[in-house]
């Protein structure tokens, strides 16, 4: 089992830059995929990016457009998410998980991300 953490969120200008963090417990952490999801209200839940195990494989949602980069650090148990050129339709709540068996079984609290005009 792992539990996750995430950090970093805050209030930016549009065209700035954010880093995420999703700090992750549990030995077994760099056998997990990850990905970050995100919420914004009154609307569903959609994906963002995922990073393989071992971090060698990367996949972007669209809309990301080059923008943001996932990577990982699994001395530090941890995830981040680098976001750029940051727009207002990007604030939500952001959500790493960790996959066990092709799911998306852990989640962490989320952090919130907010993009001013």
């Known amino acids: 089992q792992v539990q996750l953490v995430e950090s970093g969120g805050g209030l930016v200008q549009a065209g700035g830059s954010l880093r995420l963090s999703c700090a992750a417990s549990g030995r077994t952490f760099s056998s997990y995929a990850v990905a970050w999801f995100r919420q914004a209200p009154g609307k569903e839940r959609e994906f963002v990016a995922t990073i393989s195990s071992s971090g060698g494989s990367t996949y972007y949602a669209d809309f990301v457009k080059g923008r943001f980069t996932i990577s990982r650090d699994n001395a530090k148990n941890t995830v981040y998410l680098q976001m750029a050129s940051l727009k207002p339709e990007d604030t939500a709540v952001y959500y790493c998980?960790?996959?066990?068996?092709?799911?998306?079984?852990?989640w962490g609290q989320g952090t919130q991300v907010t993009v001013s005009s």
């Open positions: 998980a960790a996959r066990e068996t092709r799911q998306y079984k852990y």
